[in-house]
């Protein structure tokens, strides 16, 4: 703040008058506190800091916003990341972990390859594809993330964009709109412009993972049943289709179906580290052939090593590039908000020694993805599913995503004559089984606990999807949560989002927990950040800002990061969670508190923060120490 103030002083007359202000004025040093001797004293010098603070406001912050601006600019990650990078390559060949890692790649590879020929299938591209895709980007999302116990592959909720890509341009510029996808991904990265990714609220995301199961489920169903149901059919239309059809059901595909997806959901109650897509979908192949069945199989694969075709992918002609642009952006974002969202969640399941780095794992899925592309793959993401098993699995370090990604390279190498023999209604059965796992994503859950009317973006965006299409449902869902942001905040952007103050607190502040217990001591004297109106996705830019400050005052173990909640006006899922997890990343392991925080604030906190690595507190006393007195 005097840094701010005498700058102003020596660049320009103007600001002589809050500098001559400024030495009648008696500042708290950082870190102590008033001494007791004089409370009409403190007082008065209370009142001088905060008549000072008030009346010179505007033109000091106008000067400290551009200081804050040239200093804390980022600096590009040109190494990639590399060198924070290997003391975790040389962890996964540590002894005492070297087994189970091992292990636990041998397991999510089996679950790896059904699932990455079910996704394939569910894209519409052959069922190498998916199985090149997961082998190569494997390796690459697994050296190169920003999240140490992910998994790298072919996603689920990505399949109906590639679809899409697929149907709109041909399956010969797939790899070109993966390859244009890393890149983007990697740019991201290396600039550490990864919070653009972010600035999607967590209710769309859950309203497509919605809008993409309930594609997947009906349009998987009329397969399951042996059914070829016409294409363009909406989920209404193939239901009806489905039944009105019902004499042309095939008995025995029905039950490999029904069969497969039935063990993949019973399986896990067993035991949760069963690998049950290998066995549901290895139990259907095994049944077919044991008994004769008369089912559609997967049919030849490309033998041994021909299945990896490196080569540059197509340029599109020029007439193709505005479509392919608007294709390969749409995927992009999807991509790396699918795979922030995940390595987020992933991080909370389980604490490692490399701290979550949202551009380090922009980078890694970038390489995924240009890797991908060479060799005519087509887009994946960091995938939860195959990453929590790896979690349960008490996996340690990167090492067992390179050996899943080993595992599906075998496959392919030298099972591809197997892998032909799989009955494609036990991988429709998998996707019945993914998609039916989608249709309640726990996100929506957090967010309508935050804020009700996340409920409506949530629902334009699933409408919209089955309606319109997958693009038209997520740019559908986007504008209505800034709408409805707007709305509620004066519908101006500058009142929409988050503003942040830093200032000391000139008089003890006694707060008390949710137990009402009062804590000893005060923050008189501590720097506080302030955080004013609303705490969003609008306000994505501010709390990245909000970290690069903190990291700036180098923060010791013994000077708590404080922030004043007292003037947050409104509280957003999203926002709130981005708050919560790169204060929790920032801090290293320095005691992160907030103060001033109300009931809904407190309820927020707890949808993001369960265990609360962050302390909340209610202030419960006066701003006067002779009030307190």
């Not at 947050?568 to 999203?574: D, G, N």
Request: charged share 15%; with cysteine.
């Amino acid at each position: 703040f005097l840094a701010a103030a005498s700058s102003a002083a020596s660049s320009t007359s103007a600001s002589a008058a809050p500098l001559s202000t400024l030495s009648s004025c008696s500042f708290l040093p950082l870190g102590s506190a008033p001494p007791m001797a004089s409370f009409t004293a403190q007082k008065q010098m209370a009142q001088q800091q905060f008549r000072f603070l008030s009346t010179n406001n505007k033109d000091d912050n106008d000067e400290k916003e551009v200081a804050t601006k040239k200093t804390n600019k980022k600096p590009l990650l040109l190494n990639l990341g590399i060198p924070s990078l290997v003391p975790e390559w040389k962890n996964m060949f540590n002894s005492s972990t070297l087994l189970t890692d091992i292990s636990a790649g041998v397991t999510v590879g089996c679950i790896a390859v059904p699932l990455s020929l079910a996704i394939a299938l569910a894209s519409g591209v052959p069922a190498e594809v998916g199985l090149v895709t997961a082998a190569v980007s494997g390796v690459a999302g697994g050296l190169m993330g920003g999240t140490t116990l992910a998994v790298t592959g072919p996603a689920a909720a990505i399949s109906l964009l590639v679809v899409g890509a697929v149907q709109a341009h041909g399956l010969e510029a797939l790899p070109f709109i993966t390859l244009a996808t890393g890149g983007l991904q990697l740019a991201s990265g290396v600039t550490r412009v990864g919070v653009v990714a972010k600035l999607v609220p967590v209710s769309v995301i859950a309203g497509f993972t919605v809008g993409v199961g309930t594609l997947i489920l009906s349009g998987q169903i009329p397969k399951a049943l042996g059914m070829s149901a016409p294409a363009g059919l909406n989920p209404v239309e193939l239901i009806g289709y489905v039944g009105s059809h019902l004499s042309a059901v095939d008995p025995a595909s029905a039950a490999l179906a029904i069969g497969t997806s039935a063990a993949m959901f019973g399986l896990p109650k067993i035991h949760p580290k069963i690998p049950s897509a290998l066995i549901a979908v290895g139990g259907a192949t095994a049944a077919t052939h044991a008994f004769g069945l008369d089912v559609a199989l997967i049919g030849s694969l490309p033998s041994g090593l021909e299945a990896f075709q490196f080569g540059l992918p197509a340029m599109p002609s020029t007439d193709a590039i505005p479509s392919l642009v608007a294709t390969t952006l749409l995927i992009y974002s999807m991509t790396s908000v699918e795979s922030l969202l995940s390595c987020a969640a992933l991080e909370k399941m389980k604490k490692t020694s490399y701290k979550h780095n949202p551009d380090q794992e922009l980078i890694g899925q970038g390489l995924a993805n240009i890797g991908s592309g060479f060799f005519m793959g087509m887009p994946v993401t960091s995938v939860i599913a195959r990453s929590g098993l790896n979690v349960r699995l008490n996996a340690s370090t990167r090492l067992p995503a390179l050996v899943q990604a080993g595992f599906v390279f075998s496959s392919v190498a030298f099972m591809s004559s197997s892998i032909a023999t799989i009955p494609m209604p036990a991988l429709s059965g998998v996707l019945i089984t993914t998609g039916i796992g989608m249709l309640n994503p726990v996100e929506f859950k957090h967010c309508y606990a935050v804020q009700k009317g996340d409920a409506v973006p949530f629902a334009t965006t699933i409408a919209g999807m089955l309606s319109m299409g997958l693009a038209e449902g997520i740019g559908i869902g986007c504008v209505t949560a800034l709408a409805m942001e707007l709305k509620n905040n004066g519908m101006s952007f500058d009142s929409a989002r988050m503003n942040i103050q830093e200032h000391i607190v000139a008089t003890p502040l006694h707060l008390e927990d949710e137990a009402s217990s009062l804590l000893p001591g005060s923050y008189s004297g501590q720097h506080t950040f302030k955080l004013n109106g609303p705490i969003n996705f609008v306000s994505m830019f501010e709390i990245d800002d909000l970290m690069e400050r903190i990291k700036e005052r180098h923060y010791s173990h013994e000077d708590p990061i404080v922030l004043d909640l007292k003037g947050v006006t409104a509280l957003e899922f999203t926002g709130v969670e981005e708050l919560v997890n790169r204060l929790v990343e920032v801090s290293d392991g320095v005691p992160v508190q907030m103060i001033n925080c109300t009931d809904a604030i407190h309820s927020a906190l707890d949808q993001c923060d369960p265990t609360q690595q962050i302390s909340r507190f209610s202030t419960t006393v006066e701003a006067e120490i002779v009030d307190a007195k």
